[in-house]
C-alpha cells in the first residue's frame, strides 16, 4: 500500500515529457533541424528519438523535409489557439476597463461571415448586462449592437442579411420594415453612437458606437435599465472617447 509520501508524488509518462522536449527542440530551430541535433538537444537517446519522432510526424506535429524535421500543422494549431485566447483575455480586459471607467456594462461584437457575432461582454452583479432572450444573431434589426454593425456594410449587404433573418417585431418599440430601418441609417452621423430604446428588451436601453478594425465590422456598446435613460448619451460618449487609448488591442484581437 502507497504511503501518504508516494501516494502525493504524480505518475510521470517518460515517453511523453521526451516528446514534449523533441517538440521543444523542433519548435527553437524554424528553419528545421536533423533528429540527431534533436535527440541531442532534448537529451533523448537517438533510436528513442527517431520513434517519437516518426509518431509525431504521424499525428501532424512534425514533418520531415529534406532530412529535417519542421514543426508541422498540428503543432501550429495549437499555437494559434494560445494565441487566440491571449487575444480574447486582451479584449476582456478591455472591456473591464471600460467597464469601470463608465459604470456599465460593455459588450464588444463584429459582423463577421454574414452574422452578428457577440465576442466578448463585462458586467458587474450591481450592473448585469442585458440577457440575450433574443438569439442577438436573428434580432440585429432590434438591438443597437446589431443596428450599428449593420450600418458599416453596404445597402446589399443588409439586403442579404434580412433575406435570412426577417425582421420581427420583438418588443412594442421593435422596427418592423427595412424601410423603417434604412431611414434610420440613412440619418446616423458618421461615428456618432446608435441609441436603441426598449427595441429589444423592455425597461432596457443601449446604444453602440462604430469600432475602426480595417475592413470588419466592430462595435462597443453599453446598456442601461430604463430609469437610468438620462446617462445612455453621456456613458456612451465617455466610452467614444475612452476607446481612442485601447483601441489598438482591440484592433489587432479582430481576428479571433
Given at each position: 500500500?502507497?504511503?501518504?509520501?508516494?501516494?502525493?508524488?504524480?505518475?510521470?509518462?517518460?515517453?511523453?515529457?521526451?516528446?514534449?522536449?523533441?517538440?521543444?527542440?523542433?519548435?527553437?530551430?524554424?528553419?528545421?533541424?536533423?533528429?540527431?541535433?534533436?535527440?541531442?538537444?532534448?537529451?533523448?537517446?537517438?533510436?528513442?528519438?527517431?520513434?517519437?519522432?516518426?509518431?509525431?510526424?504521424?499525428?501532424?506535429?512534425?514533418?520531415?523535409?529534406?532530412?529535417?524535421?519542421?514543426?508541422?500543422?498540428?503543432?501550429?494549431?495549437?499555437?494559434?489557439?494560445?494565441?487566440?485566447?491571449?487575444?480574447?483575455?486582451?479584449?476582456?480586459?478591455?472591456?473591464?476597463?471600460?467597464?469601470?471607467?463608465?459604470?456599465?456594462?460593455?459588450?464588444?461584437?463584429?459582423?463577421?461571415?454574414?452574422?452578428?457575432?457577440?465576442?466578448?461582454?463585462?458586467?458587474?452583479?450591481?450592473?448585469?448586462?442585458?440577457?440575450?432572450?433574443?438569439?442577438?444573431?436573428?434580432?440585429?434589426?432590434?438591438?443597437?449592437?446589431?443596428?450599428?454593425?449593420?450600418?458599416?456594410?453596404?445597402?446589399?449587404?443588409?439586403?442579404?442579411?434580412?433575406?435570412?433573418?426577417?425582421?420581427?417585431?420583438?418588443?412594442?418599440?421593435?422596427?418592423?420594415?427595412?424601410?423603417?430601418?434604412?431611414?434610420?441609417?440613412?440619418?446616423?452621423?458618421?461615428?456618432?453612437?446608435?441609441?436603441?430604446?426598449?427595441?429589444?428588451?423592455?425597461?432596457?436601453?443601449?446604444?453602440?458606437?462604430?469600432?475602426?478594425?480595417?475592413?470588419?465590422?466592430?462595435?462597443l456598446a453599453i446598456s442601461l435599465p430604463l430609469h437610468q435613460e438620462q446617462r445612455l448619451l453621456s456613458a456612451v460618449n465617455r466610452l467614444?472617447?475612452?476607446?481612442?487609448?485601447?483601441?489598438?488591442?482591440?484592433?489587432?484581437?479582430?481576428?479571433?
Amino acid at each position: 500500500m502507497p504511503t501518504a509520501h508516494n501516494a502525493a508524488v504524480p505518475t510521470l509518462i517518460t515517453s511523453v515529457q521526451r516528446a514534449l522536449r523533441l517538440l521543444e527542440a523542433v519548435g527553437s530551430h524554424p528553419g528545421g533541424a536533423p533528429a540527431k541535433q534533436l535527440a541531442r538537444e532534448a537529451k533523448v537517446p537517438l533510436p528513442t528519438a527517431y520513434h517519437l519522432l516518426r509518431t509525431l510526424s504521424h499525428e501532424g506535429y512534425v514533418r520531415r523535409e529534406h532530412g529535417v524535421f519542421l514543426l508541422g500543422p498540428a503543432a501550429e494549431r495549437l499555437g494559434a489557439g494560445g494565441m487566440q485566447q491571449k487575444r480574447r483575455s486582451m479584449i476582456l480586459d478591455s472591456l473591464a476597463h471600460f467597464r469601470d471607467v463608465i459604470g456599465a456594462p460593455v459588450y464588444f461584437a463584429v459582423y463577421r461571415e454574414g452574422e452578428v457575432e457577440l465576442v466578448g461582454v463585462s458586467d458587474t452583479p450591481n450592473s448585469p448586462a442585458c440577457e440575450e432572450w433574443a438569439d442577438f444573431r436573428q434580432t440585429a434589426h432590434a438591438h443597437a449592437i446589431g443596428q450599428c454593425l449593420l450600418a458599416q456594410v453596404d445597402e446589399q449587404v443588409r439586403q442579404d442579411h434580412f433575406d435570412r433573418h426577417a425582421m420581427t417585431a420583438i418588443t412594442p418599440y421593435t422596427l418592423r420594415d427595412l424601410r423603417s430601418f434604412e431611414n434610420r441609417m440613412g440619418a446616423l452621423e458618421g461615428a456618432g453612437p446608435v441609441v436603441e430604446r426598449q427595441e429589444y428588451a423592455l425597461g432596457t436601453v443601449c446604444a453602440a458606437i462604430p469600432v475602426a478594425a480595417g475592413e470588419t465590422a466592430a462595435t462597443l456598446a453599453i446598456s442601461l435599465p430604463l430609469h437610468q435613460e438620462q446617462r445612455l448619451l453621456s456613458a456612451v460618449n465617455r466610452l467614444q472617447r475612452e476607446v481612442g487609448a485601447l483601441l489598438s488591442a482591440l484592433s489587432i484581437s479582430i481576428s479571433i
